[in-house]
């Protein structure tokens, strides 16, 4: 094991700090950026984190469209948001520089890869002349590092290629970093040394490289001193630090648990969701059976059998997905069965984006389908959020009988943060609630067993697999008759059942929580949000409060159907904000259901909300209210 006592000296207190690690897409930034995260999370930090891919999977070496980068927010008291822009920037080359020195605030540190600052290098990234020696960032700290060479140097001996070594130079970042914020090292060597066993040569290589960086930080006077950022005050519990996708995941696990379903994933892999299904085919051990499909279709095609089968059927998708899984989702709204629907969203349309976020498919979720088919729709809002989400849309698929869309997103699947891990004991009961026998009895005293005979209560029908006798039943795309399940074409029938099966979903309303409204009394102004905008409202409503502003925060995760008391708390306020990565759908939905002015805060360009863009537009509705306010006094004078 290498020597791990080195102690730096006197580090900074400082109470936060956002630091973004960018280069080509084959510098190991995410790598990095993950291992730097994972020894903050066991230091102790709290924590959020963007990781940032390029477009283009195989995009140019050195060109602005391969540049991948990682952000991650370390702080010693709680915090929502990855951070609105980075204090450290690690540049591994003259492309990550340009692409990411236009966030950078004015005193920002930034440290470079020296040795990638060549004629080629700049070239391909636009630089007529080298940033590093034209003033053009005097603005900044800079610190020039020849990492490569450094990481060469410390390989050599070992016989490694200067090529092979090379790859090894985010370790080498990492471990600079690592000593500049008094990172403990010994998970990530332990971590190198686990992941690289059996590959001798590789493995000495990147523990070199990290030393090295760690080292050079300590011993090379470049930096005027390190800095520290202590552990955060965290609820007593046992921690993990996960993505979205991980925390799903782990919820659609604990609701096939608490329900004794076994779990069948039908899927098709797509970019963000695909993570979904390499986390779920880790846990065979559960029962869990996962479908890799040919196709989207398939995918769901395969879940709704499973769903038939009396197992948890689930699928997951993205955007694109989610079209291709529309007339499949119409047969499961007709033959009334439990499936979990996923979609990751990320920018669209068609194929879009594939690797940055969006919210744009809410109004799909509501509306996309043949006819008149409503649907339950679940929206996670944080990645540990994920987790509770999950088992949410599985309870009420379960207990009513529906098909439930649930939605992330790019930003939340692979954003991570600390979650405090739940006790299973404490997760809400789910009772299959299997039909066991005959359930109504004809005129003359026959008794059968009716699939679409109703609970009084729920309008769910009876959940009957296949196999058992005396529960033999027909299902189909075909319109049911009520009660029977026989094919009916009648017309009177078919509103009939499209009444009950809109009525059903409904009334999901009372079984759900009121709006979860954080007030502040007199306040004028509501902000509204659904899914991965919470943490950016969260911040930007924090700081309009810390201005001495009043301003209401309400964050929706039933999109369908809304709170029941939802109407109520909208007509409180003269303004509501409703931030959303789309064009405004959720406002739109508001506006129609409830006649209220929801005015729109969007963006679509593929990156999260940023807390200073909510304050600012917090900022303004609040003197826009007052102002009216006031115009309202005098003229009732």
Same mark, same amino acid.
């Given at each position: ?64 469209? $391969? ?13 929502? @948001? ?20 236009? =966030? ?19 070239? /391909? ?7 590093? *020696? ?16 450094? +990481?060469?140097? =410390? ?43 059996? /590959? ?63 779990? %069948? ?65 119409? #047969? ?10 996923? !979609? ?11 690797? /940055?976020?969006?919210?744009? !498919? ?19 809002? @944080? ?47 789910? !009772? ?13 005293? +026959?008794?059968? %067993? ?31 008759? !009520? ?47 659904? $899914? ?29 159907? %809304? ?49 200073? =863009?909510?304050?600012?537009? #917090? ?9 009216? *306010?006031?115009?309202?006094?005098? *003229?009732?004078?």
């Amino acid at each position: 094991m290498p020597d791990t006592t080195i102690d730096p000296t006197s580090p900074h207190l400082i109470d936060r700090v956002v630091i973004r690690f960018a280069g080509d897409s084959g510098d190991g930034m995410q790598l990095a950026g993950d291992r730097f995260t994972t020894s903050s999370a066991l230091f102790g930090n709290d924590l959020a984190t963007f990781p940032d891919f390029p477009a283009e999977i195989r995009a140019p070496a050195g060109t602005l469209a $391969g540049v991948s980068a990682f952000q991650v927010h370390i702080s010693d008291h709680t915090i929502s @948001t990855p951070g609105d822009a980075p204090n450290v920037l690690v540049a591994m080359n003259p492309a990550a520089l340009r692409a990411n020195v236009s =966030s950078l605030p004015q005193g920002a540190t930034i440290i470079v890869n020296s040795d990638a600052f060549d004629e080629r290098n700049l070239h /391909k990234a636009g630089y007529d002349v080298d940033p590093l *020696g034209d003033g053009s960032l005097s603005a900044f700290s800079v610190y020039e590092v020849p990492m490569t060479s450094i +990481t060469t140097e =410390s390989s050599k001996e070992l016989g490694v290629k200067p090529r092979d070594a090379e790859r090894s130079k985010n370790f080498f970042a990492l471990g600079l970093i690592s000593w500049l914020y008094t990172r403990p090292v010994e998970p990530t060597l332990e971590w190198i040394t686990e992941k690289y066993a059996g /590959k001798e040569l590789v493995k000495e290589a990147n523990l070199r490289a990290f030393k090295a960086g760690y080292h050079f930080g300590d011993t090379a006077e470049l930096f005027e001193s390190s800095y520290e950022v202590k552990p955060a005050v965290l609820e007593p519990g046992e921690y993990a630090n996960v993505t979205g996708n991980t925390a799903t995941a782990w919820g659609l696990v604990a609701a096939s648990i608490t329900s004794g379903l076994p779990l %069948f994933l039908g899927t098709y892999p797509i970019t963000p969701a695909s993570d979904i299904l390499h986390e779920l085919s880790k846990h065979k051990h559960f029962g869990i059976r996962t479908f890799q499909a040919e196709d989207e279709i398939s995918g769901i095609g395969a879940a709704l059998g499973a769903a038939y089968g009396g197992a948890l059927g689930v699928t997951t998708t993205s955007g694109p997905g989610l079209d291709l899984k529309a007339e499949m989702m119409g #047969l499961a709204i007709s033959l009334e069965l439990p499936l979990i629907i996923i !979609d990751v969203q990320r920018g669209g349309p068609s194929t879009g984006l594939p690797t /940055k976020t969006e919210q744009a !498919d809410l109004l799909h979720a509501m509306y996309g389908r043949h006819g008149e088919a409503p649907m339950p729709i679940i929206a996670a809002r @944080t990645p540990s959020h994920c987790f509770d989400a999950t088992v949410e849309a599985v309870r009420i698929a379960v207990k009513y009988r529906t098909p439930v869309i649930l939605l992330s997103d790019g930003y939340l699947a692979n954003g991570t943060e600390p979650w405090k891990l739940p006790e299973l004991a404490d997760q809400p009961a789910i !009772d299959p609630d299997f039909a066991t026998g005959p359930n109504h009895v004809l005129d003359d005293g +026959t008794e059968v %067993f009716w699939p679409f005979l109703r609970d009084p209560e729920t309008l769910a029908r009876p959940w009957a697999p296949p196999g058992l006798a005396g529960l033999e039943h027909r299902i189909g795309g075909l319109e049911k008759a !009520d009660g029977s399940g026989s094919v009916a074409y009648d017309g009177a029938n078919h509103e009939h059942m499209s009444r009950l099966r809109a009525a059903k979903i409904a009334g999901i309303a009372a079984d759900i929580p009121p709006t979860d409204v954080d007030d502040e009394e007199g306040a004028r102004v509501l902000v509204i949000g659904w $899914g991965s905008t919470y943490g950016a409202i969260a911040a930007g409503v924090q700081r309009v409060r810390a201005r001495g502003h009043k301003v209401a925060q309400a964050h929706l995760v039933h999109l369908n159907p %809304f709170p029941a008391d939802l109407g109520d708390v909208l007509k409180r306020y003269d303004k509501v904000l409703v931030p959303e990565v789309n064009l405004g759908q959720l406002s739109r939905l508001l506006r129609a259901e409830y006649l209220v002015d929801a005015q729109s805060l969007t963006q679509v360009s593929g990156i999260p909300f940023r807390a200073a =863009s909510m304050e600012s537009a #917090l900022l303004e509705l609040i003197e826009e209210s007052a102002d009216s *306010g006031s115009a309202t006094e005098e *003229g009732s004078d």
